[in-house]
Each structure stands twice: as structure tokens, then as C-alpha cells.
């Protein structure tokens, strides 16, 4: 799989050389249910966002500032490549489509 690129822009306008390597997402709701079949499914809800984390000193925070907002997406503003990984896990958020699912993959409920 290619790598994806860190989507932060310092103030110079230099786009930073790293790639993402981390997603995680905060105040998120967790779901395990038995559906009418005797299966039980995943899923989840992320509540506030999502914090991406880079191969060069992790989320662009400084010692003496916050997460940058560059580094901080709701689940729908992620980068496209992003949702396309994390959909390709078979696993996206309550109400996210998910990519390809492929043959024996659990349906989603």
C-alpha cells in the first residue's frame, strides 16, 4: 500500500514530509450486537474526532501548544485516503459506507 501523506502545511507553506502512520479516533462510541442471524457485529461512532498521527514526531503538537487543528478531522472531513484505508478494514463508523467488503467479509449491520 502507498503511504499517505501528512495533510500538515507549515505557516511558510511547506507541506511537511511525512506520512501518516496512526488514526485515532476520540470520544468514540463502541458497539458489539447479536443480530437476528446469531452474529455478532462491530461497530462504532466517533462522538467529537479523529487525531492523525505522522512518521515525524507524531501530531505536530509542540511542548507548549495544543494538537494542531491541521491533525484533527471529523470522520467525514477525513482525507480521502484515509477513508478508503479504514473502510478497507471492513470496519468505518456507524452510517460510513464501506469500501469493498470482498467475498467472505461480514455484512455490515
Not at 467529537?48 to 484533527?72: E, I
Request: charged share 20%; aromatic share 8%; proline share 7%.
Amino acid at each position: 500500500m502507498e503511504k499517505i501523506s501528512c495533510p500538515f502545511v507549515y505557516s511558510t507553506g511547506r507541506p511537511c514530509a511525512g506520512h501518516i502512520v496512526r488514526v485515532e479516533a476520540y470520544k468514540a462510541e463502541l458497539r458489539w450486537s447479536l443480530g437476528a442471524d446469531g452474529a455478532w457485529s462491530f461497530d462504532f461512532e466517533p462522538r467529537s474526532h479523529c487525531h492523525l498521527f505522522r512518521s515525524l514526531k507524531g501530531n505536530h503538537a509542540g511542548t507548549l501548544r495544543s494538537d494542531d487543528r491541521q491533525m484533527k478531522h471529523s470522520w467525514n472531513q477525513l482525507p480521502p485516503p484515509l477513508q478508503s484505508l479504514v473502510g478497507g478494514t471492513n470496519v468505518a463508523p456507524h452510517g460510513a459506507a464501506v469500501a469493498d467488503q470482498g467475498a467472505g467479509a461480514p455484512a455490515r449491520s
